[in-house]
T-cell receptor, first 112, second 116 residues
Framework: GENVEQHPSTLSVQEGDSAVIKCTYS??????FPWYKQELGKGPQLIID?????GEKKDQRIAVTLNKTAKHFSLHITETQPEDSAVYFC???????????FGAGTRLTVKP | EAQVTQNPRYLITVTGKKLTVTCSQN?????MSWYRQDPGLGLRQIYY???????DKGDVPEGYKVSRKEKRNFPLILESPSPNQTSLYFC???????????????FGPGTRLTVL
């Protein structure tokens, strides 16, 4: 089955700096890669996703890149703000397979 | 308001005492699933359901049961809870298979379960 590894487990940045979180996956057939943000006491919320036929996707300050050859994808947050502080999860899923595998999570802290 | 609700939000119980965590969504979603979240392990899928009366095992189904008799409800049942089932549980739903559409997977607020 799919195995997703996520790094780093914790990340602390200064407000205004960029943050990068990286994930690797094991199954080359996986084709959908969502990123979730989880705030304290709440369920995960989808913030951006990318499919295997696309190399990069951007939504305002958030971008995701995918390298299918190397089997890794990354979340980039630019101009970070204190409200970006949360736990971020990457995930990978195989087309038509509902077994979504999550990374272990990254706790991002943005210091004002 | 579109939402996924779970009850209870917090539960402390003892080993062997059957319990049910309810999950309900008001978005007419076909797909629903249950996850457990443990420190350092992220979210792991327990069971999922693609539609009424259709359920399948996820990554960690042992010790759990589910049912999908109605589209909106997907209860998680622990027939004989054990301490290793102490965890934070999330229910989620989406319109179709997450990987075949751009439909967002909505998560509930979570249920923190402690089994003594």
């Amino acid at each position: 089955g799919e195995n997703v590894e996520q790094h780093p487990s914790t990340l602390s940045v200064q407000e205004g700096d960029s943050a990068v979180i990286k994930c690797t996956y094991s199954d080359s057939a996986s084709n959908y890669f969502p990123w979730y943000k989880q705030e304290l006491g709440k369920g995960p919320q989808l913030i951006i996703d990318i499919r295997s036929n696309v190399g990069e996707k951007k939504d305002q300050r958030i971008a995701v890149t995918l390298n299918k050859t190397a089997k890794h994808f990354s979340l980039h947050i630019t101009e970070t703000q204190p409200e970006d502080s949360a736990v971020y999860f990457c995930a990978a899923i195989l087309y038509n397979n509902n077994d979504m595998r999550f990374g272990a999570g990254t706790r991002l802290t943005v210091k004002p | 308001e579109a939402q996924v609700t779970q009850n209870p939000r917090y539960l402390i119980t003892v080993t062997g005492k059957k319990l049910t965590v309810t999950c309900s969504q008001n978005m007419n979603h076909e797909y629903m699933s249950w996850y457990r979240q443990d420190p350092g392990l992220g979210l792991r899928q327990i069971y999922y359901s693609m539609n009424v009366e259709v359920t399948d095992k996820g990554d960690v189904p042992e010790g759990y049961k589910v049912s999908r008799k109605e589209k909106r409800n997907f209860p998680l049942i622990l027939e004989s809870p054990s301490p290793n089932q102490t965890s934070l549980y999330f229910c989620a739903s989406s319109k179709r298979l997450a990987s075949t559409s751009t439909d967002t997977q909505y998560f509930g607020p979570g249920t923190r379960l402690t089994v003594l």
